[in-house]
Every structure is written in structure tokens, then in C-alpha cells.
């Protein structure tokens, strides 16, 4: 056989190899954004308040103690903290982790909120970092500041568990803000179900942009940081197709660590977060289910599109492509120290549906993108019999990437209304329409980093830029 048909074999099956698996994952995607379509329709017909559907008494019973893990957020844990305060939930408690801070993190707490050392009783039930002492505000008593030495965000959530006296906790960023109406939404599967649902998790929006005064967002958004307008077209197609879908089926690896509730019984009980990994949060709900299944308790986990959180994303290439690796080398983290749970049919749905998806598609996504991305651009520079492959394949990259994302923002517009301004969500189309050409390449490539610090064992969270959200900003049209 000479080289030209070697050739010739070799391009028809890599490029029969990339086109199945796209067209695998559009299919995948695509039925995900059905589901989530006939769930959010059945949503909008139901009476979204709370009370209306359980026994107020209920709501009484299950309060809450809301985890802050702070570590140099001077900038926005001010905000993060009066948000929390204009709740609307009948008794929580906030506890503000300082994780060992090298900036004035503590002094500012403890002077805004005129924070005192006091004693109270630790539960040293999970491992953690020591705790060098812990405050309570004279202001407001449901706010204590627990001041440890730093070891990394599960190791200050687990101190603020250790902390906590609620039977169920929150975990929110000290850089996020939520909705007034927040905790009383993403408790309400857990209300509703006398405690069958031990954790659900709410959507997270990004606030850049946005008007913010005194922990509340007053106006939401679209900037024109292209960078922050295309995570908000990520966000909407993470939360509005995958997590809806998965979740109808009880399927959810991932609830958002920025905003997420769980049962404190059943956190203690597989040990808490890991401290071993960066990705702290997908690894805990992976063990929950796994605890779960082994144990045959029937238990599941939930996600709430409407309870909504907002963060400060990253407003330059430099930050996000460190969060972009620290978050994919989380998954492949969490997914290897519970790789045993994959296509074993003794965890059932998740063995054999939810941790190959995550696995043969999340994970390994970037790597065979690149290949697409490389294989698109040789043929183009090639041409001949290779530019029919190339064109069908670079079809299938629009389909992934610009349909899905077009459906989503349209899909987000139709049931919540996040952005009401119609040329906000024009704005969003448009830019999707771009994704393609730059910005799923910069995280295929970043992602793809993600798996050389895992390669090394590097578990470095990197740090971020924070400008701050408590303040109201021109960067509008």
C-alpha cells in the first residue's frame, strides 16, 4: 500500500472518529435542552412560593448555617455578608471562615460588623486546620467569624461545619452575592421532601456589569467585557441544559460550590470535603451518591434553577484561564479518585450514565476539540479530498458550540428573565455567534492545562484578581 492511500485510510478514519463523537455529544446535548425545556415549562405553572406548598413549621425546623470560606476577600465579603442578611428565611446563622488571610480580611469583618471573641463549643468531627479564635458581631448575633489558620477552602468549610449548630449547611463564595429569596428556594426540595433530597444547589450568575448597592443587585447587566459576556453564555448553557436534565434524574455530580446546601448528618458521614483536591465540591457530591448506593439509602441530590447567586468572574485572559485549569483538573481529580464507580452497574445510574458522561464527554471533551481544531485547519491547508471532511466537521463545532449556546440564552430568557432588556439578550446571541472562533479554542486549551498540573500533582488553586461587586458601574450600553 502506498503512502497516498495510507493517507487516505488514516484521514477517513480520524476524521470518522471526531465526527461520530461530535455528533454523539450534540445528540446528548440536545436531548438535554428537550428535558430541560419540559421541566421549566412544568415549572412556570406551579406557585413558586414556598409557603403555598409546605407547612411553614417544616421551613422552621430545618435551619440553616450559611459557610462563608474567606482568604483575601477583603473586597467583596463585605457585600457577600449583607446580602446574607436581607435573606428571607426564618433562622440561619452565617458563619464567616477567615482562611488564614494575608490581607485585612479579619480586621475588616471585625470592624464593619464590630465582631468580639467568644466562646463556643467546636464539634470536632472533621479534620481541619486549627482555629485561632472565633468572633460573634455585636450588631448582628446570627454572624460569628471563625479565624483558623490557612489550609485551602474544604479545610475551612469543614472548620465551619465543626462550627456550625444547624442540622443543614450553606456553602457560598466570599465573592457572591444572593437573591433575597435564594436560601428559601434551594431549600425547598428539601422541605418538600421530609428530608429525602441531603443536598440541592441554586444557579449562579455573574454580576460584572451589573448595579449593586448594599449586597443586593439592583439592575442585571450584559457589559461589554467580551471575556464576561461569553461565561454568561457558558453559565446559561451549564445550568439551563446540563444541570436541569441531570438533575430530573437524580444524575448531578456537580452542584455549584459557590452556592449549594447540603445535610450536615450526611456530609460527617463521608467525611466531609476532601482536602486532597481542588475540586472539593463535585468530589464531595460524588461520595455522597457512592455513600448513598452502597449503602442502598434512597437519597437524592437536586438542582433549583431558580434560586440565583451572583459572582465576580474573571475579567482577563490571564485570571480565567487559571480557573479554567483549577476547574478541570478538579473533574478529572474527583473523577479519578472515584473511578471505580464508572460502567459499574452496582452504583446504577450513576455508574452507568452520569460518570461516563461526565468522563466521555466533559472530560475528554478538550482533547479531541484540539484534534478537531487541528484536523480542520491542516485540511483547509491542504484542501483537496480533505476539505469535504473539514467543512462537515467545522458544521459540527457551530452545532456544538452556537446553536446549543443560541438555545440556551433563549431558553434562560423565555423562563426567568434574568436580563430583561431585549438588547441584552440580542447582545448574547451575537457573541455566541463568535464562540467558535476564540473563545471554546482558549478553553480547550486552557482545560487541556488542567490535566498537565494533575499529570505533575500540582494542586495549586491559583489566584484570582477581585475589583469587587459593591459598587455601580458604567460599563454598560
Given at each position: 500500500?502506498?503512502?497516498?492511500?495510507?493517507?487516505?485510510?488514516?484521514?477517513?478514519?480520524?476524521?470518522?472518529?471526531?465526527?461520530?463523537?461530535?455528533?454523539?455529544?450534540?445528540?446528548?446535548?440536545?436531548?438535554?435542552?428537550?428535558?430541560?425545556?419540559?421541566?421549566?415549562?412544568?415549572?412556570?405553572?406551579?406557585?413558586?412560593?414556598?409557603?403555598?406548598?409546605?407547612?411553614?413549621?417544616a421551613v422552621y425546623s430545618k435551619p440553616v448555617s450559611i459557610i462563608v470560606p474567606a482568604y483575601n476577600e477583603e473586597i467583596g465579603i463585605i457585600s457577600t455578608v449583607q446580602s446574607l442578611l436581607t435573606l428571607e428565611y426564618p433562622q440561619y446563622e452565617i458563619l464567616i471562615v477567615n482562611d488564614g488571610s494575608k490581607d485585612s480580611t479579619l480586621q475588616t469583618v471585625i470592624d464593619v460588623f464590630q465582631m468580639e471573641p467568644v466562646f463556643r463549643t467546636v464539634q470536632n468531627q472533621l479534620p481541619s486546620a486549627e482555629i485561632r479564635g472565633i468572633y460573634q458581631s455585636k450588631l448582628h448575633y446570627n454572624i460569628v467569624l471563625v479565624d483558623k489558620e490557612n489550609?485551602?477552602?474544604?479545610?475551612?468549610?469543614?472548620?465551619?461545619?465543626?462550627v456550625s449548630r444547624y442540622p443543614y449547611f450553606c456553602s457560598i463564595d466570599g465573592d457572591s452575592i444572593l437573591s433575597t429569596k435564594s436560601l428559601l428556594q434551594v431549600m425547598k426540595p428539601i422541605v418538600s421532601s421530609n428530608g429525602k433530597v441531603i443536598a440541592a444547589g441554586g444557579s449562579v450568575?455573574?454580576?460584572?456589569?451589573?448595579?449593586?448597592?448594599?449586597?443586593?443587585?439592583?439592575?442585571?447587566?450584559?457589559?461589554?467585557?467580551?471575556?464576561?459576556?461569553?461565561?454568561?453564555?457558558?453559565?446559561?448553557?451549564?445550568?439551563?441544559?446540563?444541570?436541569?436534565?441531570?438533575?430530573?434524574?437524580?444524575?448531578?455530580?456537580?452542584?455549584?460550590?459557590?452556592?449549594?446546601?447540603?445535610?450536615?448528618?450526611?456530609?460527617?458521614?463521608?467525611?466531609?470535603y476532601n482536602k486532597n483536591t481542588i475540586g472539593e465540591d463535585m468530589e464531595l457530591v460524588v461520595r455522597l451518591h457512592n455513600y448513598l448506593l452502597k449503602n442502598k439509602i434512597k437519597k437524592s441530590?437536586?438542582?433549583?434553577?431558580?434560586?440565583?447567586?451572583?459572582?465576580?468572574a474573571p475579567d482577563n485572559l490571564?485570571?480565567?484561564?487559571?480557573?479554567?485549569?483549577?476547574?478541570?483538573?478538579?473533574?478529572?481529580?474527583?473523577?479519578?479518585?472515584?473511578?471505580?464507580?464508572?460502567?459499574?452497574?452496582?452504583?446504577?445510574?450513576?455508574?452507568?450514565?452520569?460518570?461516563?458522561?461526565?468522563?466521555?464527554?466533559?472530560?475528554?471533551?478538550?482533547?479531541?476539540?484540539?484534534?478537531?481544531?487541528?484536523?480542520?485547519?491542516?485540511?483547509?491547508?491542504?484542501g483537496n479530498i480533505y476539505l469535504e471532511s473539514a467543512l462537515t466537521l467545522f458544521v459540527l463545532?457551530?452545532?456544538?458550540?452556537?446553536?446549543?449556546?443560541?438555545?440556551?440564552?433563549?431558553?434562560?430568557?423565555?423562563?426567568?428573565?434574568?436580563y430583561p432588556r431585549i438588547r441584552d439578550s440580542v447582545k448574547l446571541l451575537l457573541y455566541s455567534l463568535s464562540e467558535v472562533f476564540w473563545f471554546r479554542p482558549l478553553m480547550v486549551v486552557f482545560r487541556l492545562q488542567g490535566f498537565w498540573y494533575f499529570i505533575r500533582g500540582k494542586n495549586d488553586w491559583g489566584s484570582l484578581t477581585r475589583s469587587g461587586l459593591q459598587k455601580k458601574t458604567n460599563d454598560t450600553l
Open positions: 500500500m502506498n503512502s497516498d492511500k495510507i493517507l487516505y485510510w488514516f484521514n477517513e478514519v480520524f476524521s470518522s472518529l471526531i465526527f461520530i463523537y461530535m455528533l454523539f455529544v450534540i445528540v446528548v446535548y440536545t436531548l438535554m435542552l428537550v428535558f430541560a425545556f419540559f421541566q421549566l415549562r412544568k415549572d412556570r405553572n406551579l406557585d413558586k412560593n414556598l409557603e403555598g406548598k409546605v407547612n411553614l413549621n489550609g485551602g477552602k474544604a479545610d475551612a468549610l469543614n472548620a465551619g461545619i465543626n450568575r455573574i454580576a460584572n456589569g451589573s448595579e449593586i448597592e448594599y449586597g443586593s443587585v439592583l439592575k442585571s447587566v450584559v457589559p461589554n467585557n467580551p471575556i464576561v459576556v461569553m461565561q454568561i453564555i457558558e453559565y446559561l448553557r451549564a445550568f439551563y441544559m446540563g444541570r436541569i436534565a441531570l438533575s430530573r434524574f437524580n444524575l448531578l455530580l456537580i452542584i455549584s460550590g459557590a452556592f449549594s446546601v447540603f445535610s450536615k448528618e450526611y456530609t460527617i458521614k463521608v467525611g466531609g441530590i437536586e438542582f433549583i434553577p431558580d434560586p440565583v447567586c451572583w459572582t465576580e490571564k485570571d480565567l484561564k487559571t480557573q479554567r485549569r483549577r476547574w478541570h483538573q478538579g473533574l478529572l481529580s474527583s473523577l479519578m479518585l472515584n473511578r471505580g464507580m464508572l460502567l459499574n452497574p452496582k452504583y446504577k445510574q450513576i455508574g452507568l450514565i452520569s460518570v461516563p458522561y461526565f468522563v466521555f464527554i466533559e472530560l475528554i471533551g478538550p482533547i479531541v476539540e484540539l484534534l478537531g481544531y487541528i484536523y480542520v485547519i491542516l485540511s483547509f491547508v491542504i463545532f457551530l452545532i456544538y458550540s452556537t446553536v446549543i449556546s443560541m438555545f440556551s440564552i433563549l431558553l434562560e430568557a423565555w423562563s426567568m428573565g434574568t
